[in-house]
């Protein structure tokens, strides 16, 4: 660590007026533009872009070849696997330009989701709590909160556990074979019940 209380790479780029919390590191070729706020003890691969306005919470690790557009917010313990992919704007023209911040639709990552390699989430959706997107997906419509989702478009195909193993439920309850959590799950609906007996 530096006297600044994070590590930025030499290669790196952070532009005056980012805000980089303590224990953050910026990794090589990676480029923070001013107004974006990161907070403690995130984890920036190679060649990463972080756009003006971007808020990206604490613990939060994203991998090499990653964008964070204008209009995303990243919450507390989001993972994002290599060369995953946001978009900000619904009709993107080369002709009609739209690079303004009131053009660029908001997409929110909740609290503990995981963002697989490749996959593409699609501006104006919310990505639910500890929400698992795999690898190759294609996220066009919300991500309810625990869903496991995959394919083109992206489709629940099952649920998972904040430690991130998968869930099975009987009778609408669910423990973790990992770690023992507890889960209820009502619908598209999965609540949270705490820690094993």
Request: glycine share 12%.
């Amino acid at each position: 660590m530096s006297e600044r209380d994070y590590f930025v790479h030499e290669s790196a780029y952070v532009d005056p007026g980012a805000k980089l919390g303590r224990g953050t590191k910026v990794w090589h070729f990676s480029h923070v533009m001013a107004g974006a706020e990161i907070g403690e003890d995130c984890t920036l691969g190679q060649n990463v872009f972080v756009a003006k306005n971007v808020r990206i919470g604490d613990h939060v690790k994203i991998q090499n070849n990653v964008s964070v557009y204008e209009g995303v917010t990243l919450e507390d313990y989001v993972f994002c696997g290599p060369s995953c992919v946001f978009t900000n704007v619904r009709t993107p023209r080369s002709a009609f330009p739209r690079n303004r911040s009131e053009d660029y639709i908001p997409t929110r990552v909740k609290e503990g989701a995981t963002i697989g390699a490749n996959a593409t989430i699609v501006c104006g959706v919310t990505i639910g709590e500890w929400a698992f997107v795999a690898a190759g997906a294609v996220v066009t419509r919300d991500v309810p909160p625990y869903a496991l989702v995959a394919g083109v478009p992206a489709r629940i195909v099952g649920w998972a556990c904040r430690c991130g193993n998968r869930l099975s439920f009987e009778e609408g309850r669910a423990a973790c074979p990992a770690c023992g959590r507890r889960y209820r799950k009502e619908g598209e609906k999965v609540e949270y019940l705490g820690e094993g007996p």
